[in-house]
T-cell receptor, first 116, second 110 residues
């Protein structure tokens, strides 16, 4: 596997279910991100992890719970979601090299989530 | 609030035509990225520009970063149906902070 992979690619869940999204990066990067992409809206940053520590949490509801066990893996645990949480969830990674560096992010293919 | 405005939002053209997509902000970026995204897939990086005034070419695609590093353009020459997709610009401030435009949806008809 190369680049950034995400599983599952598609997920349908009820509002009372608990599920997890998985992301794995094979680029040797030290930062990983979760984004939400809804129709006709810019990508919304949810969480950022650098060296397995959460460095950004953009006012995301607690029904979304991230986990970063190591620099290559990132999870997003979901529970009691709402229909408006239906969206494409994208994982990205980058090599953080300092504040002034051009930290280009590389994206996975996304998980299309539908909450019924 | 930092915003990155892309225009046009939607573009439908014939194969062989030229087009330009714009990305504008009042913020100064340390770098700017252009991505292309196809339905059901994640954004794929096309280019990163870092220096004000920089021009980069990728086959029929020409990317320019404004002198003040606040804006950018993507020009496609002789568009082909394979160019169809959502084009996203992203402005990076260094570190982890990046903002994204809402995208330009391009449809190239054969």
């Amino acid at each position: 596997e190369t680049g950034v992979t995400q599983t599952p690619r598609h997920l349908v869940m009820g509002m009372t279910n608990k599920k997890s999204l998985k992301c794995e990066q094979h680029l040797g990067h030290n930062a990983m991100y979760w984004y939400k992409q809804s129709a006709k809206k810019p990508l919304e940053l949810m969480f950022v992890y650098s060296l397995e520590e959460r460095v950004e949490n953009n006012s995301v509801p607690s029904r979304f719970s991230p986990e970063c066990p190591n620099s290559s893996h990132l999870f997003l645990h979901l529970h009691t979601l709402q229909p408006e949480d239906s969206a494409l969830y994208l994982c990205a990674s980058s090599q953080f090299a300092g504040r002034e560096a051009a930290d280009t992010q590389y994206f996975g293919p996304g998980t299309r989530l539908t909450v019924l | 609030t930092q915003l990155l405005e892309q225009s046009p939002q939607f573009l439908s053209i014939q194969e062989g035509e030229n087009l330009t997509v714009y990305c504008n902000s009042s913020s100064v970026f340390s770098s700017l990225q252009w991505y292309r995204q196809e339905p059901g897939e994640g954004p794929v990086l096309l280019v990163t520009v870092v220096t004000g005034g920089e021009v980069k070419k990728l086959k029929r695609l020409t990317f320019q970063f404004g002198d003040a590093r606040k804006d950018s353009s993507l020009h496609i020459t002789a568009a082909q149906p394979g160019d169809t997709g959502l084009y996203l610009c992203a402005g990076a401030f260094g570190g982890f902070k990046t903002i994204f435009g809402a995208g330009t949806r391009l449809f190239v008809k054969a």
